[in-house]
């Protein structure tokens, strides 16, 4: 049963509870225009499927009683013996069980101890269940530290000898530590580029969380400063 078809045998169902010659609800069964009414061949196993599916527990199958695991919340949980008198009425009566015991794929249970409990009560071998959908662990993406998600140090400057008077951006690398602490306004450093290596004039130094551009940013290329003319670093 696919989901599309678990939500129809819902809705007939809820239309056919309460449809009336008065209300007229069976304007809004998916079979209305069809003339195939299906509310006669609709039964408690058939809902309680159409349920299941939309919550992602797959169909009924069979497994032997003594490969059911029970954990120990139910083994010390003292079932209502009311509930616990009218399942094993129903099962004396009916020799089958009132529902399928609800299972998850390592076999272990996870509703339906009563249910068990009576069926091993009459020494029954096998009992009729479903099993919950596995459902895979997402695993976390790890988030790789990078100048696009922690502080990092840029330097802001411009081209010298160039008619272009765009001012242009360019990152520390991290592993250089305090080295941009000796940048002062006016430095010559030496950075990356589209064309290679070129030099930069220093306007300004700033630490920013956050990339000051959306843009594909270049790094400083050599720990070089050149100060009127000499080399301080």
Request: charged share 30%; with cysteine; glycine share 4%.
């Amino acid at each position: 049963m696919n989901k599309q078809r678990a939500r129809d045998i819902l809705k007939v169902h809820a239309c056919c509870s309460f449809t009336t010659k008065e209300n007229k609800l069976c304007m809004l069964c998916p079979w209305n225009n069809t003339g195939d009414c299906i509310d006669t061949r609709i039964n408690e196993e058939l809902i309680i499927e159409a349920m299941n599916t939309l919550k992602g527990i797959k169909p009924m199958e069979t497994v032997k009683l003594s490969e059911i695991k029970i954990t120990k919340v139910f083994k010390n949980t003292t079932p209502n013996s009311e509930r616990m008198q009218k399942c094993r009425e129903y099962y004396e009566e009916n020799k089958k069980q009132e529902r399928p015991i609800l299972l998850d794929y390592k076999n272990i249970l996870r509703d339906g101890y009563i249910q068990y409990l009576i069926l091993k009560e009459n020494g029954v071998e096998e009992a009729t269940i479903m099993r919950k959908k596995k459902y895979k662990k997402i695993k976390e993406k790890k988030t790789t530290l990078s100048y696009k998600n922690r502080a990092t140090t840029y330097i802001f400057g411009m081209h010298p000898n160039s008619d272009c008077t765009q001012e242009f951006c360019w990152r520390v690398p991290a592993s250089w530590g305090t080295w941009a602490d000796n940048v002062n306004n006016g430095d010559i450093v030496i950075c990356q580029t589209k064309f290679g290596f070129s030099p930069v004039v220093v306007n300004r130094v700033e630490t920013l969380d956050k990339p000051p551009v959306d843009i594909m940013i270049k790094r400083v290329a050599k720990r070089e400063i050149r100060r009127n003319g000499m080399v301080i670093v």
